[in-house]
């Protein structure tokens, strides 16, 4: 069974930075692609970045050039790199694995998808 634990949350202030890690377990990781969602309160959880087993990325325009994912493969464990992170970045995020990463991150979500827990991020001053 494929399961993932995220970590690293907490308060940060406007224009800080901050790193997410999803630790997994009962799976190769490198076989997978993964995805990391968020849900701001009062709206639907969406696709922040994905990253597939060869390390190709793709993230939705609010975060480009923001956020950085990553993967190594040997620990297991998937990243978030947040920098320069806004009110709106506000949200609990969702580490997911099996996804598929496409392009559009309507289509990250599918039936096999393994979600963890979610880990809370608030920015603000």
């Known amino acids: 069974q494929l399961q993932v634990v995220e970590s690293g949350g907490g308060l940060v202030q406007p224009g800080g930075s901050m790193r997410l890690s999803c630790a997994t377990s009962g799976f190769t990781m490198a076989n997978y692609a993964m995805a990391w969602f968020r849900q701001a309160p009062g709206k639907e959880r969406e696709g922040v970045s994905c990253i597939n087993s060869r390390a190709r990325t793709v993230y939705v325009d609010s975060v480009k050039g923001r956020f950085t994912i990553s993967r190594d493969n040997a620990k297991g464990t998937m990243y978030l790199q947040m920098n320069s992170l806004r009110p709106e970045d506000t949200a609990v995020y969702y580490c997911?694995?099996?996804?598929?990463?496409?392009?559009?991150?309507?289509?990250?979500?599918?039936?096999?998808?393994?979600w963890g827990q979610g880990t809370l991020i608030t920015v603000s001053s």
């Open positions: 997911a694995a099996n996804v598929e990463c496409m392009e559009n991150p309507l289509y990250w979500v599918n039936p096999d998808i393994s």
